[in-house]
């Protein structure tokens, strides 16, 4: 309203719906800060691209509201699909689609189980701390973080070319990194999990988001992933397959009576 709409706000009622829990680390709230983007987009028949809603996205939650974290979340939402991101100096980001062959996309999706923990956190908490140690040089926590972003230049290359366990290797070691960056990425019943996970055929996994609860993300052979499932499910997870989805963020407008 303040950029488009002369300052005006306009007497509508906004109703949402998330199916994610809240805290859950799968990039829900910047989900649905997008998708209120794109509604007002519609509304108002702005002539905004997928750049311009996820970069007003992010500035209403980082800028305005003063939550802490990324901005990969927005671009994700707003895009769809398998991307390569880059985030470069000056605000500027490029949102590289990647062609990967079909095959390689369902092989991918077979193998991949999400777990909620059942644990709900904030978030900024966790990203507060690893600021605070980037701003204090901490040497691991910086070098933890050059290799998170090495293994998504790594992670890349693999999915381009269907290697699975070469993915499965960058996951385990971005995980391991990962940990390094603040206290509270993992915890024991996240290290519970991961246990049950392995020893029921899982190879790599990770959690999503900012960690210290939320979902895992589980890389299987897909010959094993429903025996997975049930095991993590019979341990209190909350377990289940992905799917994919090639669009990003949609906005619609109904004609009435």
């Known amino acids: ?49 997928p750049y311009d809603v996820a970069h007003l996205a992010y500035e209403i939650e980082r800028v305005d509201l003063r939550l802490a ?79 998170l972003k090495q293994d998504a230049i790594d992670m890349k290359q693999a999915l381009l070319r269907g290697r699975i366990p070469a993915m499965a290797e960058i996951l385990n070691r971005s ?22 996970s392995m020893s029921h055929g ?3 996994g990770k959690i999503s988001g900012a960690g210290g609860g939320g979902f895992m993300m589980l890389l299987v052979p897909p010959e094993r992933r429903l025996g997975l499932i049930s095991s993590l499910n019979e341990a209190g997870g909350s377990a289940g397959p992905v799917h994919f989805t090639t669009r990003g963020v949609e906005g619609w407008t109904v004609v009435g009576d």
């Open 1 to 49: 309203m303040r950029d488009f709409n002369g300052g005006v706000p306009l007497p509508i009622t906004v109703t949402s719906y998330v199916d994610a829990p809240p805290g859950s680390g799968l990039g829900s709230s910047s989900a649905l800060v997008v998708a209120l983007v794109e509604a007002f987009r519609t509304l108002l028949a702005l002539p905004l691209g």
């Open 69 to 147: 974290g990324g901005k990969q979340d927005q671009y994700a939402a707003a895009f769809g699909g398998a991307n390569f991101i880059e985030f470069l100096a000056g605000d500027r980001v490029i949102v590289n689609p990647l062609r990967i062959p079909e095959a390689f996309m369902n092989e991918l999706e077979t193998s991949l189980v999400t777990c909620f923990t059942g644990v709900s956190r904030r978030s900024e908490q966790i990203i507060e701390e690893q600021q605070r140690r980037m701003e204090g040089a901490a040497i691991e926590a910086m070098d933890s973080l050059h290799q």
């Open 175 to 196: 995980w391991q990194a990962k940990k390094r960056t603040a206290s509270g990425v993992s915890s024991a019943l996240i290290e519970r999990l991961f246990d049950v």
């Open 202 to 204: 899982a190879i790599a």
